[in-house]
């Protein structure tokens, strides 16, 4: 029999005793889950986390700041010309209403889509901006209404509503006679709305590749900014407004972008 030397002994043992260690905060490790960085707060106004500062708040915000393909933007000297016509598919959702603390959004029940150049995208959920976000020829409108849509593939399109005062939007009243005050989660409801009904008919729309409007100011998105606006009542614009005083990001610069507008709605 061959003799093991004590020094030999003692290495021995002592690999028995931490290799199983080892092996358990390995296998931690990998069982651990990366812990999420919450985005950081952001506002429509002020000097530290106002639209001029998102850029800086977050490496994830950068493109607010440096990217070239921004945003809303202001829609004048656009291409005029006979492009694809949106296809609306909406159907009626239940009334999935909530105040996210930076806009009221409509959460929409799956099965609603448009198709546009032959793509496809399933509406998501609609909100409101005060006043709008795009302007027209430098004009500002009342409000803007935003319908957020996304492809199989995951590309973003949303089409724009400018929104002008006037008479009463009944197809929107359930929306602004149940505004939530305060942020919180959709809540149940047995109310309804009908995206159909709120869409102006026959509209032309203006056309470009943009951005989110908010952080993290994602670029990729394809805006169709339909030109003819809907209606609220002063009534309606106050309720709003009460909550959301300004809830609008700036016009960007279109840069190296085209801006095309449709003029030939449903040829």
Same mark, same amino acid.
């Given at each position: 029999?061959?003799? &093991?030397? =004590?020094?030999? &002994? %003692?290495? !021995? ?6 290799? @199983? ?10 069982? +651990?889950?990366?812990?999420?960085? =919450?985005?950081?707060?952001?506002? !429509? ?6 639209? +001029?500062?998102?850029? +800086? ?5 950068? #493109?607010?700041? +440096?990217g070239k393909a921004?945003? =809303?933007?202001?829609?004048?000297? $656009?291409? #005029? ?12 959702? /239940? ?36 006043p709008s976000e795009?302007?027209?020829n430098g004009k ?10 996304? %492809? #199989? ?5 949303? /089409? ?19 505004? @939530?005050?305060?942020?919180?989660? $959709? ?12 869409? @102006? ?13 908010? =952080? $993290? ?11 003819? @606006? ?19 990001? $700036? ?17």
């Amino acid at each position: 029999m061959n003799n &093991i030397r =004590p020094s030999k &002994i %003692s290495v !021995y043992l002592l690999l028995l005793l931490v290799i @199983p260690t080892l092996l358990v905060s390995v296998s931690k490790a990998q069982d +651990a889950t990366p812990t999420a960085v =919450p985005l950081p707060h952001w506002e !429509y106004e002020g000097n530290t986390d106002g639209p +001029a500062e998102w850029g +800086a708040l977050d490496a994830r915000f950068a #493109a607010c700041s +440096a990217g070239k393909a921004q945003s =809303p933007i202001d829609l004048k000297s $656009p291409v #005029a010309g006979n492009f694809t016509n949106i296809k609306f598919d909406y159907k009626p959702s /239940v009334l999935n209403i909530f105040n996210n603390g930076h806009t009221v959004q409509v959460n929409y029940d799956a099965g609603s889509s448009i198709t546009f150049n032959e793509t496809k995208y399933g509406l998501l959920q609609f909100h409101f901006h005060h006043p709008s976000e795009h302007t027209l020829n430098g004009k500002a409108f009342a409000m803007e209404l935003h319908f957020v849509h996304r %492809s #199989a593939a995951g590309n973003l399109a949303v /089409v724009g509503v400018l929104i002008a005062e006037g008479k009463e939007n009944e197809a929107l009243k359930s929306v602004f006679d149940n505004l @939530p005050t305060t942020k919180g989660d $959709p809540q149940p409801s047995q109310l309804m709305t009908d995206a159909a009904k709120i869409i @102006p008919a026959d509209a032309n729309y203006y056309t470009y590749t943009g951005s989110l409007t908010t =952080p $993290p100011c994602t670029e990729g998105v394809r805006w169709l900014v339909l030109d003819k @606006p809907i209606e609220l009542s002063a009534a309606q614009i106050e309720t709003f407004g009460k909550i959301f005083e300004l809830d609008a990001r $700036p016009v960007q610069a279109l840069n190296d972008r085209d801006l095309l507008e449709d003029t030939t709605a449903g040829s």
